[in-house]
C-alpha cells in the first residue's frame, strides 16, 4: 500500500480509505469487525464514517456505522493510533437529524461529542462537514440550471461559515478533532474557508470528499487544480459510481443484497441510458486489459494527479479484497488511452 499526505495535516494516510457506510444496514457488526482487520492487515490507516450512516439514511439506522466502529475499538483499545479515523456532521434536510436544520457552530459541538460517545473515542482525526448549508450542485444537481447560485445570500453564508470554523476551531483546541474536512462542496466554499480561516488565525481546512469516478468527472480539471495548490487532499468518494461501474446493473440488473435495490433518497439519478451505455464500454476495455470493471475503475482513480486517497466499500470480503488489489495496479499508456477514448463520448452520463 502506497500512502500521500492528507493536505495541510502532513498526516500519512494510505491511497485507499475503508468506507463503511453499509455498516449497519447491508452489514453487520460481524462483517464490520472483518472488514476493519482486512484493511489494517492490507496497510489500510484510514477510516472514513459519518453520523448520517448507515446509508440509505434513516431515523432507524442513524449513527449504527460509529457505533459498529466504536464496538471494535472497544474491543481493541490499543489499535486506536493504527488509523486516522473521519467522520462528518450530516446538513441540512434530514428531518430525523436536528430536525432537517442548517448546520451551526452550537450543533457542531454537540455532533462532535455525540460521535466520540459512540465511536468510544477521545478524539476524531479528520471531521467533515457532509454537505454545506447552501444547495450545492452535488447529487445529481450539477446540470446548469439545476440550481442557481445567484440566490445565495453571499454575506449570510459566509458569517455562517465563520461561526461553525469558529466551533470546528474549540474543537481542534480542546482536543476533540485534529483537523476538519469538506465534503460535497465546491471551489469557492473550499477557498471561503480557507480566506475565513487565515483572516480569524482559525483552524484550516485539509480535505474535501466528493464524488468523483469515470461518470462523475466535473472536478477535474478547476477543483482539483485548486486542492493541489491550497494544500486540500481530494478524496474521491462512490469511486465506483454506488456499485454502476462493476456492471452488475447492466441492462436493468439487480442483483440481491445490491444496493440500488434499496430506497434512494435522490432517486437512481446514475441510472441512464448513457450511464448504462459508459459502464458497457468499459466493461469491454476491462476485459481488453485483463482487469475486472472495478479495478479498471479503481485503478485510474487512483492515478488521477491531485487525487490522495479514494474512499472504497464493500458489502463483503471478496469484494474488499478485489479493491483493495486495484491500488496495486498501475495502468498503462494504452489503458489510459482507451479510457480517454470512452470518456469522449460519454463525458456527462447522468
Known sequence: MQYSTLGYSGLKVSRACLGTMTWGKQNNQADANAQIEYALNQGINFIDTA????????????????????????????????????????????????????????????????SLARLQTDYIDLYQLHWPNRTSPHFGKHAPGRISFSDVDTAAHSAQMLEILQALDESVKSGKIRHFGLSNDTPWGINEYIRLSEQHNLTRVTAIQNEFNLLQTRDWPFLIESCVHQQVAYLPWSPLATGALTGKYLNGARPQGARWNLIQRNGLFRDTEQSNAAVAAYGDLAQKHDLTPAQLALAWCNQVDGVTSTIIGATNLEQLKENIDAFELTLSESALSDIADVHKQFPVPF
Open 51 to 114: 453520523e448520517m450512516y448507515a446509508v440509505p439514511p434513516s431515523a432507524d439506522t442513524y449513527g449504527t456505522t460509529e457505533t459498529m466502529i466504536g464496538n471494535w475499538l472497544a474491543a481493541n483499545p490499543s489499535r486506536r493510533d493504527e488509523f486516522i479515523l473521519a467522520s462528518k456532521i450530516a446538513g441540512n434536510g434530514l428531518k430525523h437529524i436536528r430536525d432537517a436544520q442548517d448546520i451551526t457552530g452550537e450543533t457542531v459541538l454537540a455532533a462532535i461529542d455525540d
